[in-house]
């Protein structure tokens, strides 16, 4: 399909769900820059992929000339929202929050353009930490009614609860998302607030509390949650824990996960998570659904949101690394490839130039690198030829040598078709 307008890519995308008046909002957006805000509180050292939609969302807005303020909620964070919570969330230490928002702040540099393309930082307890408790009270708490509290459905769901309750440190969460909205609005200018559908009842929050004290018409947006298979908000408390940090979720494991698409879900996670035009996303989901068995929607996904979130080369790498443990040959990966593999498998040491050079029994690797039990089960595995070096059968009397190893580090060991170990070369 067409599309004219931001408003129209996003709904085509399945990305609105809610918005103030849509008819303003969109002259708005049209009539210059806007800026705009998406925030994360960090409750954990990194981000996850319900929240690399939102960090999208600030993408497009940004490649379409507007304004992104990413937050990173170090003052909300120690109290913790009760939107989409079954429990109440564990309060978290000033330094434990330092170190997951400076963790936080590096995920979103990479999807947005801090630099050059005018995207903003910041973190709301650079003006909230100094707020009296008086203050609050005078200039946020008499603008919102306990009425219009209690009918946001986050605190409802959580006070309908049987034995359930919400202690006034949760309840109190969307004052503070609206003040940061207040001073958004006074300090740069901010003009939308965007979130997923559970937040939609803290930004309207937002939306009435810089009407009543600036006079102001300002908007929100929200998008449906993704949702886990059970139908769960994906996000860290749910289990669906698929990180943006590297050292939480690997960016094979992270490539692997967009492989295991759903084919129904194809065409609604290539428009979401990637950045492909709407109308090569509905190409690629008609094309795919002729042959869901090529899986060719799965990896062109995997490919751009690894690319997104890790880089083209991590990218590049998973997907070697991907065909190699599916039992494709590694003497095509390159190094990064390779090292990928070793990073997901067993590994063993594979030994010194001198000892390549005169050739390695690979009878004790397979026992070192936990692809046998024993040397006797090693050579048995050998004699029925169940063993493969680099993706070439071998048999007993085959020794490893030093045209045996890749880049200059690495050997591939396969056990039947499944069981991977890679031997690292010794003092490389």
């Not at 307008?5 to 002259?27: C, P, Y």
């Not at 300090?187 to 559908?197: F, N």
């Not at 960016?251 to 129904?264: A, C, E, G, L, V």
Request: glycine share 10%; proline share 3%.
């Amino acid at each position: 399909m067409t599309t004219t307008t931001l408003l129209d890519d996003l709904e085509a995308r399945g990305l609105v769900q809610e918005s103030t008046d849509r008819e303003h909002l969109a002259a708005r957006l049209a009539a210059g820059p806007v800026a705009l805000y998406y925030g994360c509180d960090p409750t954990a050292d990194s981000l996850h992929i319900g929240n690399l939609i939102g960090l999208l969302v600030l993408r497009r807005f940004q490649d379409a000339g507007h304004r992104p303020v990413a937050l990173a909620g170090g003052a909300t964070g120690m109290v913790g929202d009760p939107s989409g919570q079954s429990d109440e969330r564990n309060l978290l230490d000033a330094a434990t929050l330092d170190a997951n928002v400076a963790a936080i702040k590096a995920q979103m540099a990479r999807i947005l353009d801090f630099e050059s393309g005018g995207a903003v930082l910041v973190d709301n307890r650079d003006w909230t930490a100094d707020v009296t408790l008086l203050d609050f009270l005078r200039n946020v708490g008499k603008h919102v009614t306990v009425n219009q509290m209690l009918a946001r459905e986050s605190v409802r769901g959580r006070l309908q609860r049987d034995g359930e309750g919400i202690s006034y440190t949760e309840f109190s969460y969307m004052l503070l998302q609206a003040h940061d909205y207040l001073w958004l609005n006074e300090h740069l200018d901010v003009e939308l607030q965007v979130g997923g559908s559970d937040q939609w009842g803290n930004i309207v929050s937002g939306v009435d509390l810089v009407r009543r004290v600036r006079g102001q018409a300002v908007h929100g947006l929200s998008w449906p949650l993704i949702t886990a298979p059970d139908g769960r908000k994906l996000g860290k408390s749910t289990g669906a824990r698929v990180w943006l940090d590297p050292a939480r979720t690997s960016p094979y494991r992270f490539y692997q996960h967009w492989m295991q698409t759903d084919d129904r879900q194809v065409r609604e996670y290539l428009a979401k998570f990637t950045l492909l035009d709407v109308s090569a996303v509905d190409d690629l989901a008609a094309d795919h659904a002729k042959a869901p068995e090529r899986r060719r929607g799965q990896r062109v996904l995997a490919d751009e949101v690894t690319a997104l979130v890790h880089g083209a080369a991590a990218a590049r790498a998973a997907e070697q690394a991907s065909e190699i443990l599916f039992g494709g040959s590694p003497l095509a990966a390159d190094g990064d490839a390779l090292a990928t593999v070793a990073a997901e498998v067993p590994t063993a040491l594979l030994g010194s130039d001198e000892d390549l050079a005169t050739g390695v029994d690979p009878v004790p690797l397979l026992v070192d690198a936990g692809l046998a039990t024993s040397r006797a089960d090693a050579r048995r595995s050998l004699q029925q030829g169940a063993v493969s070096v680099n993706g070439e059968r071998v048999e007993t009397g085959r020794m490893i040598g030093k045209g045996d190893v890749l880049h200059g580090r690495y050997v591939v060991l396969r056990k039947g078709k499944k069981s991977y170990a890679v031997l690292i070369r010794d003092g490389s």
